[in-house]
């Protein structure tokens, strides 16, 4: 998927190790619509198609990391097999919402998923590989004695506990809590005046266009200013982006971490008001204090360490 539109700068960005080894292709999404029954900026599958047929790749790599919406396999997996090509999907940031049932499997259609064990898993720093079975030895020993050092025990162990949290009853409801967040979230900012990328969000991120809200603020401003207030954000390019990745004009936003501290639909409510009160009096030091103020009381009465103590 295209850096620019939502792909992540490992699948065969200049600036990663993956392009010197590899010649990538980038897919896109479709072009914005803002009919809400037609919602664009999604992945283009006859665009992904036509580019198979055209360059007959060896792989094709499903995943993004700034991408709102569910991202089907099924689809993937077809155009693969009309041009012979193997399968790869990096769930990194869906990998919590798969295990949950909150976002569809790749497991049943790649030949290779990859994913991070932290982000919605809710693990260590960290990832994983699963595979079909005829690939395995080889993905083995490419990351062991190929790209890898010692293992980091510790790690291993964390990364356990996580799966072991992951296959408890109670997380399914965790990961269905994330949604109802994120919706909610994505709706309270859209009253707000922002502008949700693809006219809303099916997983636990929130891509926003800041430009109908206010069309001299930047992402990298807003970022600033946020952080200023106590409410940690992401600069992030949006489609047609007409700004660099350095500056933007959007912000990537998720639900998981407070998801996981307790909160509910109208506290992310509550954070889309704060924000937007934020982003208004960005030249107000005491109107950002304000705001600081308030975010400090929310996280205190959502502290996910609340057993911990000094």
């Given amino acids: 998927m295209r850096l620019d539109q939502g792909g992540h700068l490992t ?3 200049p600036a990663s190790m993956t392009s010197k080894a590899w010649r990538f292709v980038s897919y896109g999404v479709t ?3 803002d009919d809400p029954e037609l919602p664009g900026e999604m992945i283009d599958f006859d665009n992904v198609r036509d580019l198979a047929l055209e360059h007959r790749p060896k792989l094709i790599v499903a995943g993004a990391t700034a991408y709102s919406r569910k991202i089907y396999p099924a689809p993937f997996r077809e155009i693969a097999d009309e041009v012979g090509a193997l399968l790869m999907f990096d769930s990194a940031h869906v990998a919590g919402l798969i295990a949950g049932g909150s976002h569809p499997s790749p497991v049943p ?3 290779v998923v990859t994913f991070t064990t932290h982000k919605t898993l809710r693990g260590p ?9 005829e690939f395995a030895k080889k993905i083995d020993s490419a990351v062991f004695p190929g790209q890898q050092g010692g293992p980091l025990e510790h790690a291993i162990a964390a990364k356990a506990v996580a799966f072991k949290e992951a296959s408890l009853s109670n997380f399914p409801a965790y990961t269905e809590q994330i949604l109802k967040n994120a919706v909610a979230f994505g709706s309270a900012l859209a009253k ?8 809303g969000t099916e997983n636990h991120m929130v891509l926003v266009d800041l430009r109908e809200f206010d069309a001299e603020l930047t992402g990298k401003e807003a970022q600033e200013v946020l952080d200023r207030a106590g409410i940690t954000t992401n600069r992030n390019t949006i489609p047609d982006d007409p700004r660099s990745p ?3 004009s959007g912000l990537r936003l998720g639900t998981a971490a407070e998801t996981t501290a307790g909160m509910k639909e109208q506290e992310f409510e509550l954070v889309a008001s704060l924000m937007a009160q934020a982003l208004r009096s960005r030249t107000d030091d005491g109107a950002l204090a304000g705001v600081r103020d308030e975010v400090a009381a929310l996280c205190r009465e959502f502290n996910p360490y609340a057993s911990f103590t000094r």
């Avoid at 720093?125 to 079975?133: F, K, L, N, P, T």
């Avoid at 707000?192 to 006219?199: A, K, L």
């Fill in 125 to 133: 720093r960290g990832g994983a590989i699963i595979c079909r079975d």
């Fill in 192 to 199: 707000e005046g922002f502008r949700m990328v693809s006219g």
């Fill in 109 to 111: 259609y790649a030949d």
């Fill in 11 to 13: 699948h065969g960005s």
């Fill in 31 to 33: 072009a914005r619509n």
């Fill in 246 to 248: 350095f500056v933007t």
